[in-house]
């Protein structure tokens, strides 16, 4: 199986700040990485696919960097509401997996 | 507009049985690859397996933690998803969530129901 290592796994961080998280793979995945947002109790949400393709409605303050078996989110100006827990997910292979999570809380 | 609606979560005892149910609406169910997730409490996320569209013959795909016990199946009749588990272990308790496999231009999860609650406990 692909692992996926997340870091770090929490992040304190205030309003504004330039925010950046790492997903490496266990072995190369080429760029099937997405990352996805999750606040407490829902779903998660995609916001990255392809390790660099926006989705669809998601700030442009978000952006995905990476290829092969290191990945980079990077949230340019932290928002208020980018207070949540980041997953990010390798495709390439089955089991398909995920990294283990990095949660992002105010300072 | 996609919609995935899970059912059938539940309280269920240790050794037992449970069928889970995703309805699905907003797009043409037969042509996705659609899969399940599942989320320990206060836990990350777990890929559980897969069932393909018509074009990959609805071949199923499953984590080596559920081979076996868990059957992953659709009915394009219904437009509707179904995880059967069986012989449940209290580390099955878990939010379990059904998600669609986007089928251009990249194969990741573009869309999450809202997630049902398994408890397995005695």
């Known amino acids: 199986d692909i692992q996926m290592t997340q870091s770090p796994s929490s992040l304190s961080a205030s309003v504004g700040d330039r925010v950046t998280i790492t997903c490496r793979a266990s072995q190369g995945i080429r760029n099937a990485l997405a990352w996805y947002q999750q606040k407490a109790g829902k779903a998660p949400k995609r916001l990255i696919y392809a390790a660099s393709s926006l989705q669809s409605g998601v700030p442009s303050r978000f952006s995905g960097s990476g290829s092969g078996t290191e990945f980079t989110l990077t949230i340019s100006s932290l928002q208020p509401e980018d207070f949540a827990t980041y997953y990010c997910l390798q495709y390439n292979t089955y089991p398909l997996t995920f990294g283990g999570g990095t949660k992002v809380e105010i300072k | 507009e996609v919609q995935l609606v899970e059912s059938g979560g539940g309280l269920v005892q240790p050794g037992g049985s449970l069928r889970l149910s995703c309805a699905a609406s907003g797009f043409t169910f037969s042509d996705y690859n659609l899969d399940w997730v599942r989320q320990a409490p206060g836990r990350g996320l777990e890929w559980v397996g897969r069932t393909g569209s018509k074009a990959n013959n609805y071949a199923t795909e499953y984590a080596a933690s559920v081979k076996g016990r868990f059957t992953i199946s659709r009915d394009e009749s219904k437009n509707s998803l179904f995880l059967q588990m069986h012989s449940l272990k209290t580390e099955d308790t878990a939010v379990y969530y059904c998600?669609?496999?986007?089928?251009?231009?990249?194969?990741?999860?573009?869309?999450w129901g809202q997630g049902t609650l398994v408890t397995v406990s005695s």
């Open positions: 998600t669609r496999v986007q089928t251009y231009n990249d194969f990741s999860f573009d869309y």
